[in-house]
């Protein structure tokens, strides 16, 4: 049951001021205990001739995709 008029809807389905400013100090404290992320030593790897190639093609083509069907029954149902 949803209520479109938020003053006769009950009290537990309201979001309080109240409730709202308490979980701030959770919220804080989370934030000061919680452990520092570390992506590490990231290299960038070259990518072989064959993808380098593919996408290259892939992004130079400006025509749209022509999806291919093996029969009329999935034709009609893609469209």
């Not at 000061?32 to 083509?61: C, F, H, K, M, Y």
């Amino acid at each position: 049951m949803a209520f479109a008029d938020p003053v006769n809807a009950p009290a537990s389905r309201l979001i309080s001021r109240r409730k709202c400013l308490q979980s701030l100090p959770v919220l804080g404290s989370s934030l000061l205990i919680s452990e520092r992320a570390s992506a590490g030593a990231q290299v960038e790897e070259p990518l072989i001739d064959s993808v380098r190639t593919a996408l290259s093609s892939a992004i130079a083509n400006q025509a749209p995709p022509i999806p291919e069907f093996k029969d009329t029954e999935r034709r009609l149902a893609y469209l």
